[in-house]
């Protein structure tokens, strides 16, 4: 069972394209049994029709937040087997890394594979400007820190993304915001799970208006949290 969770907000523009490719993307990997939920995360447009027409399944969270749109995606889920991803729904990740992404698990040969735009980078597939100088210093620090605390291999905190279920019912995920990202990947990291990086294509938003690295001031916002949630994860506790 694959699940593909796409948190929204304000995205109707952009929808029926990532949807589409999306759905090319699964069918191309004959994965027969499949879900993709789109998380209307408080839109104040038509983000919930577009992509129900599309063919998402769409849950509604009106409180705002990265993270809570995740959760509430989540309790949705009714089985506890197969494997989750997740993915933006500004067009800027490519579905047609989608094989890639979940190669590793189907191989059992991790369970947590996270899409890289840096490694994409140094392979000149990501366009020029998509990932600001903010961007690239927040991950640049945040990669450190995990590197640094649990000696992984670490280069970004992209937002695509896949993990075994069985694997992320054992991360207690419960971060509401932007910091969704670095704890799953921090306390993956501390529960030793097997974590593997791959590059993938990356590009400018195909519509709409970013929500975090569109102003300078979102951007060190989703930083602050960020670091935040890293610090907060040092004392995590399993099962506490």
């Known amino acids: 069972m694959l699940t593909v969770i796409i ?3 304000n995205e109707e523009t952009t929808l029926p ?4 490719g999306l759905l090319q993307a699964i069918k191309s990997l004959e994965i027969q049994t499949f879900k993709v939920i789109v998380v209307d995360n408080a839109s104040t447009d038509n983000t919930a029709e577009v992509a129900q027409n599309a063919g998402a399944t769409v849950v509604h969270e ?3 937040g990265y993270g809570s749109a995740c959760l509430a995606a989540l309790k949705t889920l009714e089985s506890h087997e197969g494997w989750v991803c997740f993915m933006d729904g500004d067009g800027a990740d490519d579905p047609q890394d989608l094989a890639a992404l979940l ?3 189907r191989q059992n040969q991790a369970d947590l594979v996270l899409g890289s735009r840096l490694l994409g980078q140094r392979r000149g597939w990501v366009e020029k400007g998509a990932l600001t100088s903010v961007q690239h210093f927040g991950n640049w620090l945040s990669a450190l820190l995990l590197r640094w605390t649990w000696n992984i291999e670490a280069t970004d905190l992209g937002p695509f993304r896949a993990v075994n ?4 019912l054992k991360l207690e995920m419960d971060d ?5 990202t670095i704890q799953m990947q921090a306390r993956a990291a501390r529960l030793g799970l097997r974590i593997v990086e791959i590059p993938v294509h990356y590009r400018h938003r195909q519509g709409g208006v970013s ?3 569109g102003t300078v001031k979102g951007s060190f916002e989703a930083g602050r949290i960020i670091l935040k949630t890293y610090f907060s994860s040092l004392f995590w506790k399993p099962g506490a």
């Open 165 to 168: 279920q069985q694997s992320l």
């Open 103 to 105: 190669a590793p698990l």
């Open 7 to 9: 948190p929204a907000h």
């Open 176 to 180: 509401r915001n932007y910091g969704w």
């Open 62 to 64: 009106p409180h705002m």
């Open 211 to 213: 929500k975090i690295s």
């Open 17 to 20: 394209l990532v949807i589409s």
